[in-house]
């Protein structure tokens, strides 16, 4: 089983940035996407990291300015979220999926387990 623990959400004013965190079992060959969900929304994928080698895919919408990456040493996924918009006003999720082999694309089903979800809101 793996374990997921999300931190780094808060308040932040357009135009700025925040830093995400998901913090997960040590586990070769797994994936971990974020996912978001706003209020009256459906769930949708942000972007995901194959472990293993660093593969990495994101949405149109966030392409550009967030920026996944994995420090493998903490077994730790990061999603640096930059120009942050009001749209971007979430319950940011992370989630898991293990085995899993090659590269992954930021809408697949990485949902093997879940985070508790962070909030991000993105207000003046």
């Known amino acids: 089983q793996v374990q997921l623990v999300e931190s780094g959400g808060g308040l932040v004013q357009p135009g700025g940035s925040l830093r995400l965190s998901c913090a997960f079992s040590?586990?070769?060959?797994?994936?971990i996407g974020w996912f978001r969900e706003a209020p009256g929304q459906e769930r949708e994928g942000v972007s995901c990291i194959s472990v293993s080698d660093g593969n990495a895919d994101y949405a149109d919408s966030v392409k550009g300015r967030f920026t996944i990456s994995s420090d493998n040493a903490k077994n730790t996924v990061y999603l640096q979220m930059n120009s942050l918009k009001p749209e971007d006003t979430a319950v940011y999720y992370c989630?898991?999926?293990?085995?899993?082999?090659?590269?992954?694309?930021?809408?697949?089903?990485?949902?093997?387990?879940w985070g508790q979800g962070t909030q991000v809101t993105v207000s003046s």
């Open positions: 989630a898991a999926a293990y085995p899993w082999y090659g590269a992954c694309t930021y809408s697949a089903n990485i949902n093997d387990y």
């Open positions: 040590s586990l070769d060959y797994v994936a």
